[in-house]
């Protein structure tokens, strides 16, 4: 009789601490789950901080090689003045 209670009395206690450690899953699961959604957030924004930065480094590329053309075009021809452009007439068709 009293090993039966004593069996009895160890199985609530397996079952009790067997409840607090599901208890104890589910919450680390979320937590888990939280984090993960945060790591996915930082990932996505440094992918968009590193393609708006490429985005101005190539800009300020372009910038630089167009200034160094046109620096070099007026070094070639410093003298002579840009040509005008020729006059253009716009044709007008009457129906």
């Given at each position: 009789?009293?090993?039966?209670?004593?069996?009895?009395?160890?199985?609530?206690?397996?079952?009790?601490?067997?409840?607090?450690?599901?208890?104890?899953?589910?919450?680390?699961?979320?937590?888990?789950?939280?984090?993960?959604?945060?790591?996915?957030?930082?990932?996505?924004d440094i992918k968009r901080l590193e393609f708006d930065r490429n985005l101005e480094m190539e800009a300020k590329e372009q910038a630089k090689t167009a200034k160094a053309t046109a620096e070099s075009q007026m070094e070639a021809s410093p003298t002579s003045p840009p040509a005008a452009p020729a006059e253009k007439k716009k044709i007008t068709q009457c129906r």
């Open positions: 009789m009293t090993s039966q209670i004593e069996t009895n009395l160890k199985f609530e206690d397996l079952l009790t601490e067997r409840h607090q450690l599901a208890a104890l899953t589910r919450m680390l699961t979320s937590k888990v789950r939280g984090l993960e959604r945060m790591v996915s957030d930082l990932t996505r």
